[in-house]
């Protein structure tokens, strides 16, 4: 059991984690676009926290059972782990899309003036570029926590499986005498 609540402490760690560097970062609003560089750059440290979750999740439980951890129940394991920090993380991502409907607009608005600083009649481009329909898409806070569950869910599923199949041992047969 000490593997899954290691999963519970990891997903609820992530969610405060988020929370804080949405306080630090200030009014995402007025953010340039090196800030919003900076919060994706700190952001993309929840996957390196999934994968080692979901990793030490696995270990410790192979580690509990010396003699006989099959591939199945390691995975198991590992996809109850990452089952939980999906959870944690679609639920945080859609409440946070719910309280913020700003967010994907600020987001596109500092990468669009990065992008007019970056060419010739920047504004001509920000004024004739076509909405991107993932963008659009991601702006409803239901389809961004399922997006953000099922990443989160892939991810954890492949450290599982790597995980399971480094760390599966089989029964070991009782030495033979030589007698």
């Known amino acids: 059991m000490k593997h899954y609540r290691l999963a519970i402490v990891c997903g609820v760690g992530l969610v405060l984690y988020h929370l804080a560097l949405e306080q630090a970062m200030g009014d995402i609003n007025s953010l340039s676009y090196e800030q919003w ?30 003699a006989n951890t099959s591939f199945k129940r390691l995975f198991v394991v590992g996809t109850v782990a990452a089952t939980i920090l999906a959870h944690c993380i679609g ?5 946070y899309m719910y309280w913020h409907p700003g967010f994907v607009d ?15 009649g920047g ?7 076509p909405k991107n329909e993932m963008v659009e898409f991601m702006k409803n806070p239901l389809i961004n926590g399922i997006f953000y569950f099922v990443e989160t869910l892939l991810l954890g599923l492949i450290t599982a499986a790597l995980s399971a199949l480094t ?13």
């Open 37 to 66: 560089q900076r919060f994706e750059l700190y952001g993309a440290l929840r996957y390196v926290v999934i994968i080692v979750c979901v990793l030490l999740s696995v270990w410790m439980y192979s580690r509990s059972y010396n």
């Open 91 to 95: 639920i945080y991502e859609f409440i």
């Open 106 to 120: 600020a987001y596109m608005k500092a990468q669009q003036a990065h992008a007019s600083g970056l060419s010739e």
């Open 123 to 129: 504004i001509v481009l920000q004024q004739t570029a």
């Open 167 to 179: 760390l599966k041992r089989r029964g070991v047969a009782p030495a033979e005498s030589d007698t």
